[in-house]
């Protein structure tokens, strides 16, 4: 017996699914401004990859939808990334712990999200593990043509 991926039980279309992925979509740009304002490169590469993210969870094509729970994945993991990069290096000062605030209640909306739509975090992240062992398998599957 297989388990087929998890549906939303909910609508993505209903005010609190709109609210949620309003909030996720400003506090991921609120971030990447933040990033933005403070020079070098590894900033601005910060700020670039949360634009791209933002943009990810709007775009209206089919194939990013579809896939939007990857997205919500890989956001979250680059948004806990950062916030531990600045656990260990990062500067104490106020912009800072305001911009750690902001990321943490992105960390949230994006639970929040994977729980209405994906089944939780630990489900989105098993569909993570899944559809990397298919890409790693393609290239040893057998042809049928040959």
């Known amino acids: ?76 993991a680059f948004t806990l990334v950062t916030i531990v990069g600045w656990l260990v290096i990062g500067a104490r000062f106020t912009m800072a712990y305001i911009d750690k605030a902001v990321e943490i209640g992105l960390v949230v909306a994006l639970l929040v999200e994977m729980w209405r739509y994906d089944g939780g975090p630990i489900e989105a992240l098993r569909r993570t593990v899944q559809l990397g062992l298919t890409i790693v398998r393609m290239p040893f599957a057998s042809r049928s043509d040959a």
């Open 1 to 76: 017996m297989s388990a087929a991926p998890s549906q939303p039980v909910v609508s993505s279309r209903d005010p609190i699914g709109i609210a949620l992925r309003v909030a996720i979509v400003l506090l991921t740009l609120a971030t990447a401004y933040f990033h933005s304002t403070l020079g070098g490169l590894l900033f601005t590469l910060n700020a670039l990859g949360y634009l791209f993210y933002a943009v990810m969870m709007v775009l209206p094509i089919p194939i990013v939808a579809r896939y939007r729970w990857l997205v919500r994945v890989g956001l979250l």
